[in-house]
């Protein structure tokens, strides 16, 4: 194979006849997700560490802590802090854990790694942060997290985007 002449060169019989150009796409990578009550959210890929879907049983609880933590996961031996990121958002619905897997986002900011466990993870896009609006009509249990939200559909659907170090950094995992 390397002695062959077309190796070096790049021609070959499995070579295409023209070259394809791929179109860059447009914007920053973000995960789009659910909560429970049905609002839908994004989070900059950048600050995901991974997208896990455990059973519940894997979630070992923990006695006396914020009542926002699900417990903790053993994620490769590191223990991972898993919370209801809908709850914690001030969502009236409580993540529905009765079920076979939960959707675990692990975002990461320094040396702080936390779970946020959602009710559904939509996939990977392409989205242009110029687009986003200020957010409105917004409750304020959700504001200080919210770094705005794109309009779809003529303003009739919603994607907001979340800023995962300030939920990192809230003092609501204290309470």
């Known amino acids: 194979m390397v002695g062959n002449p077309d190796f070096l ?3 070959g ?9 791929l179109e860059s796409p447009e914007g920053e990578l973000h995960l789009r997700f659910f909560i429970p009550s049905g609002g839908e959210f994004a989070l900059p890929a950048t600050g995901i560490r991974e997208v896990l879907s455990p059973s ?6 923990i006695p006396n ?3 926002l933590l699900l417990g ?10 898993v ?5 914690f958002l001030g969502d009236p619905v409580p993540l529905n854990t009765d079920r076979q897997e939960i959707s675990v986002i692990a975002v990461e900011d ?66």
């Not at 903790?72 to 590191?78: A, D, I, K």
């Not at 986003?132 to 770094?147: I, Q």
């Open 13 to 21: 019989q499995d070579q295409a006849p023209e070259f394809q150009e």
């Open 110 to 175: 320094q040396d702080i790694l936390l779970g946020l466990a959602v009710d559904r993870v939509v996939g990977m896009e392409w989205l242009d942060v110029e687009q986003v609006h200020p957010a409105s009509n917004v409750n304020d249990s959700v504001a200080p997290f919210l770094r705005g939200e794109w309009h779809f559909e003529e303003g009739k659907r919603f994607l907001r985007l979340l800023d995962q170090v300030s939920i990192l950094r809230s003092a609501r995992w204290a309470a």
């Open 65 to 67: 802590v914020s009542p």
């Open 72 to 81: 903790t996961l053993n994620v490769r031996g590191r223990v991972v802090w």
């Open 56 to 61: 519940p049983d894997r979630i070992t609880p």
């Open 9 to 11: 060169t790049g021609r």
């Open 83 to 87: 919370a209801d990121l809908g709850q």
